[in-house]
Nanobody, 127 residues
Framework: QVQLVESGGGLVQAGGSLRLSCAASGRTFAATVYHYMGWFRQAPGKEREFVAA????????FYADSVKGRFTISKDNVQDTVYLQMNGLRPEDTAVYYCARKTSAGVIRSISSYSSWGQGTQVTVSS
């Protein structure tokens, strides 16, 4: 079993930046075509939504339209860590951010495709 631990959340003013990290421990990643790491977020009173994902092997990235051009997902295969660099933050980005791991076939942007989840880190953007 893999454990995912997010860090890097906090309070920032609109227009500011934060970098989230997600460190994996336990079973190491195997870079098959199905292995992706994703970031999701959940704002109060809203459903959890897809933010970004990266293939663990090739590094192909995917983004939600709402964050494209502002957020960047990246990975460090040696450290078993995935990052989310968030620039140009807006109040509507306020949410708990979760990282998750996908190891089987499934839609990359779908919550149900991810089998392991971190505990989440709070990001609050003030106006």
């Amino acid at each position: 079993q893999v454990q995912l631990v997010e860090s890097g959340g906090g309070l920032v003013q609109a227009g500011g930046s934060l970098r989230l990290s997600c460190a994996a421990s336990g079973r190491t990643f195997a870079a098959t075509v199905y292995h992706y790491m994703g970031w999701f977020r959940q704002a109060p009173g809203k459903e959890r939504e897809f933010v970004a994902a990266i293939s663990w092997g090739g590094g192909t990235t995917f983004y939600a339209d709402s964050v494209k051009g502002r957020f960047t997902i990246s990975k460090d295969n040696v450290q078993d860590t995935v990052y989310l660099q968030m620039n140009g933050l807006r109040p509507e980005d306020t949410a708990v951010y979760y990282c998750a791991r996908k190891t089987s076939a499934g839609v990359i942007r779908s919550i149900s495709s991810y089998s392991s989840w971190g505990q989440g880190t709070q990001v609050t953007v003030s106006s």
